[in-house]
């Protein structure tokens, strides 16, 4: 076979791995259940929360459903890299990234599969969810209507950037590194100005928090939940961002891949 057609992109191949992890989570009803209870649990808590804060202040009485919305919005960014990195850390636990890696599956295909799967395990999280809002406190996320979409897409493209620079981790530090699937994304959580906006912030901490895609849109909802005013401008600059962080997480996955590859470590890295 000729190495033009063994670097096509296959879109069976990608196919047959969504498939394996869709029969991961359907085999165990645990799994699936986890990917409602959590998003559920948070959400109690702030819509209570902000329940109460509406009941006792004119500002919030305004403003209602902002810390409504920026839980939904942090759990698209949260559990996108988790349905990312866990459905890559199921090949490690099977100590299956060997064979992988040995098949004709090619990296592209593997990532493209990883990413598929992180939308599916967040619209089986975050549905229900979104519909709990509706019906528990009258907040419908859908409503922001375009905007959601805008906020969706850098929201999404921000933990797949963030996946996929964990999995290069993975990959070539083996176990050892498993905590940052679900750590990493919560150093980022008071940079990004999830709950509050960037000015609340020190000057100097500023610049680092505008560096980050998913501040700008948690400003935009932000604007939009007090406002009524969408900030196409803070999107286009989220999006700037997020196709220079993705194409660095890219070209990292693959040097790392191809130093465990040199190191051996992919068949001990499940230990």
């Not at 992109?9 to 799994?31: D, G, I, N």
């Not at 100590?95 to 619209?123: D, H, K, Q, T």
């Not at 797949?160 to 620079?165: E, Y």
């Not at 980050?212 to 401008?233: I, K, N, Q, S």
């Amino acid at each position: 076979m000729k190495a033009a057609e063994r670097s096509d992109f296959a879109p069976h191949r990608v196919a047959a791995m969504v498939l394996r992890y869709l029969y991961l989570l359907r085999s165990s009803w645990p799994r699936i259940i986890e990917l409602i209870y959590w998003p559920s649990v948070q959400l109690f808590v702030w819509g209570f929360l902000q329940t109460y804060i509406a009941q006792n202040a004119g500002f919030f009485a305004r403003a209602g459903g902002m810390f409504i919305g920026a839980v939904l919005l942090w759990d698209v960014l949260f559990r996108g890299q988790l349905g990312f990195s866990v459905s890559f850390l199921e090949e490690m636990w099977a100590r299956n990234l060997g064979n992988l890696m040995i098949s004709p599956l090619r990296p592209a295909e593997f990532v493209a599969a990883l990413m598929i799967m992180s939308i599916i395990r967040l619209a089986i999280g975050m549905v229900p969810v979104t519909l709990m809002a509706i019906v528990l406190f009258h907040f419908n996320v859908y409503g922001f209507g375009f905007a959601l979409a805008a906020f969706f897409a850098n929201l999404i493209f921000t933990s797949w950037a963030v996946g996929l620079a964990v999995s290069g981790v993975l990959l070539r530090n083996g176990m050892g590194a498993e905590s940052l699937a679900w750590t990493l994304m919560f150093v980022l959580m008071p940079l990004a100005c999830v709950y509050y906006p960037v000015s609340t912030l020190p000057p100097w901490v500023q610049a680092i928090s505008w560096a980050l895609p998913p501040t700008y849109v948690f400003e935009g909802m932000r604007a939009l939940v007090v406002e009524h005013a969408f900030r196409a401008d803070l999107m286009l600059e989220a999006l700037g961002l997020n196709a220079l962080y993705f194409s660095a997480s890219v070209l990292v996955f693959l040097a790392l891949l191809k130093s465990a590859r040199r190191a051996g470590s992919l068949l001990q890295a499940g230990e």
